[in-house]
């Protein structure tokens, strides 16, 4: 995930669409680093899949039946 950068990188690089205040610009940077630290923890979590995957297989059960 892209990193927001502080929050006079945000002012500098919103202001000109949207109306912020350097309190508002804060409050989101906080947002966004939280936001980065929690994608991130998903993503360490999240286990690591085959290049392929073979989408027939997955509706079914453990012993081969189709569970749809």
């Known amino acids: 995930?892209?990193?927001?950068?502080?929050?006079?990188?945000?002012?500098?690089?919103?202001?000109?669409?949207?109306p912020l205040s350097e309190a508002d610009a804060e409050q989101l940077h906080n947002l966004l680093a939280g936001v980065r630290a929690a994608a991130d923890r998903m993503a360490s979590l999240a286990p690591v899949f085959p290049?392929?995957?073979d989408a027939g297989r997955l509706s079914q059960t453990v012993d081969g039946e189709d569970s749809s």
Do not use: K, N
């Open 1 to 18: 995930m892209e990193d927001p950068g502080s929050p006079s990188d945000i002012l500098r690089r919103l202001r000109p669409a949207v």
């Open 51 to 53: 290049a392929e995957l």
